[in-house]
């Protein structure tokens, strides 16, 4: 898997670089400080991830996903940033971004980032996705009364799933088969009309 790096600061690529090539079947081949040289990039490698800073100098890193989804639409965008504010995670999903990875987090969290967004899947930092959860959770706002029509046990499920629990770990938790937890799971999707997590926080804003 080919993966960009994108952030104006060398020394920072080169630490994310060496993170990159440790992980196997992922390989850094490209590097970029800037929008326009990253573009360029994108255009000549196709990578299967692009891995962008939020901050790059007077641009913003949020500004590259639109644009490579333009040039390369089945690259997928890893968004890294020092900032878990609400807002700003929103805006990354909703430009298209894959994950939204803290810079605060463990070096095994780059892995399990990348390994999610070649699956076409998303990932949120944990302390990114709790925020986000909370959205729904907090009584009488109008982005959560969406999920009104959740039943007690689905709303407990949607919980658990944005905190990074897999089916199994839910099952055992609740002792559940897999079974029912998949489907609990296909419901909540279907009653907010949306695929995935990701998609309940894009539905909110």
């Given at each position: 898997?080919?993966?960009?790096?994108?952030?104006?600061?060398?020394?920072?690529?080169?630490?994310?670089?060496?993170?990159?090539?440790?992980?196997?079947?992922?390989?850094?081949?490209?590097?970029?400080?800037?929008n326009l040289e990253a573009i360029e990039l994108v255009r000549q490698l196709r990578p299967h991830v692009v891995i962008a800073d939020i901050t790059l100098g007077d641009e913003s890193?949020?500004?590259?996903?639109?644009?490579?989804?333009?040039?390369?639409?089945?690259?997928?965008?890893?968004?890294?940033?020092?900032?878990?504010?609400?807002?700003?995670?929103?805006?990354?999903?909703?430009?298209?971004?894959?994950?939204?990875?803290?810079?605060?987090?463990?070096?095994?969290?780059?892995?399990?980032?990348?390994?999610?967004?070649?699956?076409?899947?998303?990932?949120?930092?944990?302390?990114?996705?709790?925020?986000?959860?909370?959205?729904?959770?907090?009584?009488?706002?109008?982005a959560d009364k969406q999920l009104d029509i959740l039943t007690a046990r689905q709303q407990?499920?949607?919980?658990?799933?944005?905190?990074?629990?897999?089916?199994?770990?839910?099952?055992?938790?609740?002792?559940?088969?897999?079974?029912?937890?998949?489907?609990?799971?296909?419901?909540?999707?279907?009653?907010?009309?949306?695929?995935?997590?990701?998609?309940?926080?894009?539905?909110?804003?």
């Amino acid at each position: 898997m080919n993966v960009i790096l994108v952030d104006d600061h060398a020394l920072v690529r080169a630490g994310i670089c060496n993170l990159v090539n440790q992980v196997a079947d992922f390989t850094v081949v490209g590097e970029a400080s800037n929008n326009l040289e990253a573009i360029e990039l994108v255009r000549q490698l196709r990578p299967h991830v692009v891995i962008a800073d939020i901050t790059l100098g007077d641009e913003s890193g949020l500004d590259l996903v639109p644009r490579i989804q333009g040039e390369s639409p089945k690259t997928r965008v890893i968004i890294l940033s020092m900032h878990a504010s609400e807002e700003l995670v929103a805006e990354a999903l909703r430009l298209g971004a894959s994950a939204y990875l803290l810079k605060e987090s463990a070096p095994n969290e780059l892995e399990i980032a990348l390994r999610a967004v070649v699956r076409n899947e998303n990932y949120l930092s944990p302390s990114v996705s709790k925020k986000m959860i909370d959205r729904f959770v907090r009584p009488a706002t109008v982005a959560d009364k969406q999920l009104d029509i959740l039943t007690a046990r689905q709303q407990q499920i949607l919980t658990m799933i944005a905190s990074r629990k897999s089916t199994k770990e839910i099952a055992y938790e609740l002792d559940l088969s897999e079974k029912t937890i998949a489907a609990h799971r296909a419901q909540i999707m279907e009653r907010v009309g949306v695929r995935d997590l990701v998609g309940l926080v894009k539905k909110s804003d």
